[in-house]
């Protein structure tokens, strides 16, 4: 079992910054796969960034270049850097983790979630 909180949401001006926390408990570590994923009412959760098992990134599209995910060695703590916010990213941020070594953007392929952290970024 693990478990998953997520912290650093918050309103913030349009070409800010915020960076989101996630602290894992349990069965996890650094070789398994997690990522951020974003939620807006009235859509499907879709995957913001995610790190594998060997420490690989990668981006949705509309966070390449503005976004940074990392990760602590021991895999219990997961972070994302938001800078340059938009508007567009006001959303329920979500972390994630799945038990196997590779990432996936399908949020169906992860088992685990935190309850999510608000991000509102306004002009």
């Known amino acids: 079992q693990v478990d998953l909180v997520e912290s650093g949401g918050g309103s913030v001006q349009a070409g800010g910054s915020l960076r989101l926390s996630c602290v894992a408990s349990?069965?996890?570590?650094?070789?398994?796969?997690m990522g951020w994923f974003s939620q807006v009412p009235g859509k499907k959760r879709e995957a913001v960034a995610t790190?594998?098992?060997?420490?690989?990134?990668s981006y949705g599209y509309g966070a390449r270049g503005r976004f940074t995910i990392s990760r602590d060695n021991a895999g219990k703590h997961l972070y994302l850097q938001m800078n340059s916010l938009k508007v567009s990213d006001t959303a329920m941020y979500y972390c994630?983790?799945?038990?196997?070594?590779?990432?996936?953007?399908?949020?169906?392929?992860?088992?685990?979630w935190g309850q999510g952290t608000q991000v509102t970024v306004f002009s």
């Open positions: 994630a983790a799945r038990t196997m070594r590779l990432a996936y953007y399908d949020p169906d392929e992860y088992e685990y």
């Open positions: 349990g069965s996890i570590s650094s070789a398994q796969a």
């Open positions: 790190i594998d098992g060997d420490g690989d990134t």
